[in-house]
């Protein structure tokens, strides 16, 4: 009888054995799959490049610089940053004209003019123009802005106070949202 016991008892001892093996296997399988990436590897991919195309800008550079022509840059860099890659500024470029530390943007058209020319009434380069200290012909020179509207832009900080925000231009008579628009690439107030 001892023997009939026996029999059975190792059958169970290596059922049992096998259920636990298999069991720990299962249960490492499973944790190493929660590690993995759920997102197929061409998801992966496509967001890798948007993510890069979102920090690269292409920047356009004329004029004075050793090296014309459009330049990739990233979000953050200065006028100064694409100076650099453009070979930097020929002897005729007129450097006080030029803002070296305002951020590069997408689409942006920097022209390094030469001494003693002027480009745009003071927008050249993607310097922008001061509202809180331009003058009436300067202004005069932003895409919509005829006389009148110059004039009411220095009557407002004249009774105001100087700009705070580019957005302060809503609160010009006869200036509107996409007035602003139009212009808010080409003013500042600094």
Excluded: C
């Excluded at 014309?68 to 100064?80: D, K, L, Q, W």
């Amino acid at each position: 009888m001892k023997e009939w016991i026996l029999l059975y008892k190792k059958p169970i001892l290596f059922g049992t054995l096998f259920i636990v093996v298999f069991l720990i296997y299962y249960e490492t399988a499973v944790k190493e799959k929660r590690n993995i990436e759920v997102l197929p590897p061409v998801l992966q991919e496509t967001e890798e490049v948007n993510q890069h195309t979102e920090e690269v800008l292409m920047v356009d550079v004329k004029g004075e610089v050793t090296h014309p022509g459009v330049y990739e840059m990233m979000v953050n860099e200065r006028v100064i940053d694409i100076i650099k890659k453009a070979g930097g500024l020929t002897n005729q470029a007129d450097a006080s004209m030029i803002n070296y530390a305002q951020k590069v943007r997408d689409e942006m058209v920097i022209t390094i003019p030469k001494k003693g020319e002027v480009i745009d009434g003071g927008t050249s380069q993607g310097t922008t123009l001061n509202l809180n200290v331009a003058t009436k012909e300067e202004l005069e020179t932003l895409s919509g802005i005829g006389p009148s509207k110059a004039e009411a832009i220095i009557k407002y900080r004249e009774d105001n106070g100087p700009f705070e925000s580019v957005d302060d231009l809503q609160n010009v008579p006869g200036i509107g949202e996409k007035m602003l628009f139009q212009i808010r690439e080409d003013v500042s107030i600094n």
